[in-house]
């Protein structure tokens, strides 16, 4: 009969745990079906895949170019140097789903990590684990666990443990969690500077902390700058292509700041237009708007929340993808701080009554905006509309040996990155041994109507000779006398 006390006195940890088992169950299953059933691509799946495989196999960093059919290096890109430390993971077993399983355990980890610090600051197991549970239910984590694969999708876990460690004063863990986090893009090394000022700010002038908290500004500030200024432009020959969704501002990292920073009329009423405010809704709402009441916390993640909130790229400021990945964490550590500073003023208010708002305030945004089941629009397509053709297309694939160059549409291609060659449709097919097509409606009728057009023309071609056709699936082969 010790066993009823036992789970009495560990409810708390035993509900975190079945929550995070039962969330990671979900996600895993969910993305494996995903890929299976042809609704993940190459971007961005394949090609993070891709660089994990070169990685793995001595091509340190390398991909097919997303724009062209060079091999290039992974930083022409983005600067997400953790797929480095991700490739011993190929060793076991070396498959995209291996990307799916690390993200999926990765962000349903990361709940600890919310349990922990809402725990130590809030000395409430209750509130934790509601805490806790709102961040495995925000449609935002949902939406990035679910769409493909992102390094950055690590950020909550990295983001929050420094939080928690800074809290208990591990200085050296705060600091390995903080490099983690800088690796998995290149624009989150400008977060981790802001936590490192922030650990100083905290501490009594040449602590041990406050050292730690200036070093970490100066190590991730110059790191940015190397990385947008230096290496990127290097390896791709050009600025960053993201200074694209800038260009009102300027034509380079230095002329976007300061244009910026100088024109605050223009950039307050481009960051908070309509389209904005209903953005930074959606990710304050599964946090009942708590965090506004920690600006001390959440001016930390401003940086980012400008990336999305001045880019004229649309999915920069919606939950869909994995844009909100850096921003959630520092949301989940306003919450705590907000919480704990309304328990200071009103030490008298029950604190059932904020989980029950914290939670009420999750469901409400879960229901309204997020992907899951129980949800009024769940992306559920993966297990209601299996592709019935997919064991042909999987055996169609297979037989394409590794060492030819192959160009796909994007939901193949993620299929097909274990080559040094991999492109999408429509480049590379006068370079490409195989052309493959899979024709959905997910890329809308005029893209679909384009990729028809090219199956008719490659119908024609005499350098091409049709290996395999099933409804919507061609896959076309060239012939040993066509010269590329």
């Known amino acids: 009969m010790r066993v009823i006390p036992l789970i009495k006195n560990n409810i708390h940890i035993i509900l975190l745990g079945f929550f995070i088992l039962l ?40 991909a097919t170019d997303a724009d062209g059919t060079d091999v290039v290096s992974r930083l022409s890109g983005h600067a997400d140097f953790l797929l480095i ?135 991730s500030l110059s790191s940015f700058y190397y990385l947008i200024w ?88 919606q939950i869909y993808y994995q844009y909100t990945a850096t921003i959630t964490p520092f949301l989940v550590a306003a919450a705590v701080q907000a919480i704990r500073l309304m328990y200071k003023k009103i030490p008298k208010l029950p604190l059932w009554i904020i989980s029950f708002y914290v939670i009420a305030s999750t469901l409400y945004a879960f229901y309204q905006y997020g992907p899951l089941p129980g949800s009024k629009n769940p992306n559920t397509v993966m297990f209601t509309m299996p592709n019935p053709n997919r064991q042909l297309i999987k055996s169609a694939l297979a037989h394409i040996p590794s060492g030819a160059a192959v160009t796909a549409t994007n939901n193949l291609a993620a299929h097909l990155s274990y080559r040094e060659k991999i492109y999408v449709i429509p480049n590379g097919i006068k370079n490409a041994d195989w052309v493959l097509f899979l024709i959905s409606d997910q890329s809308g009728p005029l893209y679909d109507q384009y990729e028809q057009t090219l199956v008719g023309g490659l119908k024609k071609d005499p350098n091409f000779i049709l290996i395999e056709q099933k409804d919507n699936f061609w896959a076309f082969k060239r012939v040993a006398s066509a010269e590329k």
Do not use: C
């Open 23 to 62: 969330y990671v169950t979900y996600m895993v299953t969910a993305t494996f079906l995903r890929h299976d059933n042809f609704y993940s691509g190459r971007f961005d799946l394949g090609n993070m895949d891709q660089t994990v495989w070169n990685t793995i196999n001595g091509r340190i960093f390398q």
């Open 85 to 219: 430390l991700l490739s011993p993971f190929y060793l076991i077993w070396e498959s995209p789903k291996m990307l799916l399983l690390l993200q999926s355990l990765a962000m349903g980890f990361a709940a600890i990590f919310v349990f922990l610090l809402a725990h130590h600051s809030l000395k409430n197991k209750t509130v934790a684990l509601v805490l806790a549970a709102s961040y495995l239910l925000n449609p935002s984590i949902n939406y990035v666990n679910l769409y493909d694969f992102h390094a950055v999708s690590f950020a909550p876990l990295f983001i929050v443990g420094a939080f928690y460690f800074l809290a208990i004063k591990r200085l050296v863990w705060f600091t390995v969690f903080l490099i983690l986090a800088g690796l998995t893009k290149e624009n989150v090394w400008m977060l981790t500077g802001l936590i490192g000022g922030y650990a100083a700010w905290r501490a009594k002038f040449f602590s041990t902390q406050f050292i730690v908290g200036i070093t970490t500004v100066i190590v």
């Open 230 to 317: 230096v290496a990127i432009p290097q390896a791709r020959s050009s600025p960053h292509f993201a200074l694209s969704y800038y260009s009102e501002f300027g034509d380079s990292p230095s002329e976007v700041i300061k244009n910026i920073v100088l024109s605050p009329n223009r950039t307050l009423s481009i960051a908070f237009g309509e389209e904005k405010i209903e953005y930074l809704r959606k990710i304050l709402l599964p946090f009942g708007f708590l965090p506004v009441l920690s600006p001390h916390i959440l001016i930390l993640a401003a940086p980012d929340l400008f990336i999305n909130l001045l880019g004229s790229n649309p999915n920069l400021h």
